[in-house]
Nanobody, 116 residues
Framework: QVQLVESGGGLVQAGWSLKLSCAAS?????MGWYRQAPGKQRELVAT???????DYADSVKGRFTISRDNFKNTVYLQMNNLKPEDTGVYYC?????????????WGQGTQVTVSS
């Protein structure tokens, strides 16, 4: 059974940094982060597909960095200069090929709260 285990959320002040981690139980060809603020839809934050450059939401470019440790099947999200609008539940998302079809998996979510 595929599992994604997230860690690293918390409560910080604006301008501070946090680093999120997500460990997968198996190797994934794509891993990334989404977030959902109260009353809003879930949105892409950053994603990293094997052998491709990472993709970022415009709102986090220059502040967030996604990275992967493929040996550990782990993806990280380094978040710098956090803003109150970054507040939300951050979800790890990953994809793996199953019978030629990409299957998507989600973590349980970790809360990030940025106070002004």
């Amino acid at each position: 059974q595929v599992q994604l285990v997230e860690s690293g959320g918390g409560l910080v002040q604006a301008g501070w940094s946090l680093k999120l981690s997500c460990a997968a139980s198996v190797n994934m060809f794509s891993m990334g982060w989404y977030r959902q603020a109260p009353g809003k839809q879930r949105e892409l934050v950053a994603t990293q597909t094997l052998f491709r450059s990472p993709d970022y939401a415009d709102s986090v470019k220059g502040r967030f960095t996604i990275s992967r440790d493929n040996f550990k099947n782990t993806v990280y999200l380094q978040m710098n200069n956090l803003k109150p609008e970054d507040t939300g539940v951050y979800y790890c998302e990953a994809k793996m090929w199953v019978g030629g079809v990409p299957n998507e998996y989600w973590g349980q979510g970790t809360q990030v709260t940025v106070s002004s």
